[in-house]
């Protein structure tokens, strides 16, 4: 049997949901592979005169209802069945919120921690050069993903201008805000996922000061997420990063932990150096040091990845003591975690809908690009709240009627919307 990879693991939900919707074999076959898988090396001449190739992709999954839309990640592990994956998904988000996108990812094979930011900048630009004739602004959009940053958007661009000789702002979305970039980009995420919370607890008539939060991640999406929830009146008992995490059953201030992560580099930085810990402190505040395996399955009430993918596996499902799990990182569910999950009866609102607000938001910074209008903040958090309950009141009714787990619903809602738009167009 073929090892399980990513994108086989997407393929066993997809076909689950399939064999669940009335398609025909010909239908069927438009979801299984991407339309276009573009590989190129890209060389850049490194600081020291050396020259230096790296393997780069751009994955176009389907963009029967607009341009492909999707970030480029830069990181050592990136290879074609995670992107094929990470478009795939693209394509289903982007039809679940309903946004006139389709869906496509890229990404580098390479550790942007060992570059300078010359380098950096050098393989950001060569990116555009080699894939210039496939991406757009009407054809495909991309966007930041893990280690991209507004400053490499902004490169992009400007490589992208400056090789089709043209003005073109909406070629790529996640850029400075003095650049083209939009309003509550950089929150977007966290805020989607927050939108979504504040619905669950009112529509379950649930109190959020009772409800305990353990979130595994600390960056752009976990990060914020914790605030949002700590403003809110949640208790968020613990987080956590590459170095693991720290819990505190009365809850943790997470404006504190970012101030000290700031300082440190880590979420234990106010109480560890290394491995060594200030236990009086600790005891004091009575905080305890965590792993990020530990973090899963903490006595909490809504757990919420915002980091990796497949950390909920088969494994560790059966030890998950949370009610609900908010999905904000892609892909961190295994499909065999899914079925012990809803076994156990946990909601889990799944990537493809709990982490739309970042696309949505893209979508806004891509709409300013072409109007040349400047949204103000209200603007951004007013639209993005209003489609992103759309979404969620979409994959709710389908799950009630069908029966069937957010995650299906969000795959039938979505596959119902390409699919209406590849009949139109004739595909089928
Ligand atoms: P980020 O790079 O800002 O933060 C990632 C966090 O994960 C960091 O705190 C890092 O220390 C932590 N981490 C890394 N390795 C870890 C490990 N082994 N165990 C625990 N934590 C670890 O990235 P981000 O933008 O916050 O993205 C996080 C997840 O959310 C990813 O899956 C990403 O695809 C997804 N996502 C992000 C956005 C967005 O707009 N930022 C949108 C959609 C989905």
Redesign the pocket.
């Known amino acids: 049997m073929p090892a399980s990879t990513n994108y086989t693991r997407f393929q066993s939900t997809l076909n689950a949901v399939l064999k669940k919707m009335d398609l025909s074999d010909e239908e069927r076959k438009l979801f299984s592979e991407p339309q276009h898988i573009h590989k190129e090396d890209i060389s850049i001449t490194m600081d020291d005169g050396s020259k230096k190739k790296f393997y780069a992709f751009r994955v176009q999954f389907n963009n029967a209802r607009g341009p492909y839309k999707g970030g480029i990640r830069f990181h050592e592990n990136v290879d074609e069945e995670g992107i094929k994956t990470l478009a795939a998904l693209m394509a289903i988000k982007t039809a679940v919120v309903n946004i006139p996108f389709g869906g496509g990812k890229g990404g580098v094979q390479i550790n942007p921690k060992e570059l300078s930011r010359k380098e950096l900048q050098a393989v950001s630009r060569a990116y555009i050069q080699v894939f210039k004739d496939c991406i757009g602004p009407d054809l495909d959009c991309p966007a930041?993903?893990?280690?991209t940053t507004s400053d490499i958007m902004a490169w992009m661009r400007d490589e992208y201008e400056k090789q089709t000789h043209t003005y073109s702002p909406a070629v790529i979305t996640g850029k400075p805000l003095s650049f083209g970039g939009s309003v509550g980009r950089d929150t977007?995420?966290a805020r989607g996922g927050f939108f979504i919370m504040q619905e669950l607890v009112e529509r379950e008539a649930l109190d959020p000061s009772d409800l305990k939060v353990a979130i595994?991640?600390?960056?752009?999406?976990?990060?914020n997420m914790a605030k949002f929830l700590h403003q809110a009146g949640y208790t968020v008992i613990a987080v956590?990063?590459?170095?693991g995490g720290i819990y505190s059953p009365e809850g943790i201030d997470p404006v504190r932990i970012e101030k000290h992560k700031r300082k440190t580099g880590v979420v234990t930085g106010e109480y560890c150096k290394g491995s060594v810990c200030d236990i009086e402190h600790m005891k004091l505040d009575g905080v305890e040091r965590i792993t990020?395996e530990q973090l899963l399955e903490l006595p909490c009430d809504v757990l919420i990845p915002?980091?990796?993918?497949n950390?909920i596996t088969k494994e560790n499902a059966k030890n998950i003591k949370a009610k609900y799990i908010l999905e904000?990182?892609?892909?961190?569910t295994t499909p065999e975690a899914d079925s012990i999950l809803e076994s156990k009866g946990v909601k889990v609102i799944p990537?493809v809908l709990a982490?739309a607000g970042?696309?949505t938001v893209s979508y806004f910074e891509w709409s300013q690009g072409r109007s040349g209008e400047q949204w103000t903040g209200e603007q951004v958090d007013e639209n993005l709240k209003r489609i992103i309950l759309e979404g969620y009141k979409s994959v709710r009714r389908t799950a009630r009627r069908r029966g069937m787990s957010y995650r299906h619903a969000a795959f039938v809602v979505g596959i119902n919307r390409m699919l209406e738009a590849m009949r139109i167009r004739g595909w089928v």
Not at 306 to 309: F, I, N, P, S, V
């Open positions: 930041p993903d893990i280690n977007a995420t595994q991640g600390f960056g752009n999406a976990g990060a956590s990063d590459s170095q990020n915002a980091a990796l993918d950390v904000l990182a892609n892909g961190p990537d982490n970042g696309v």
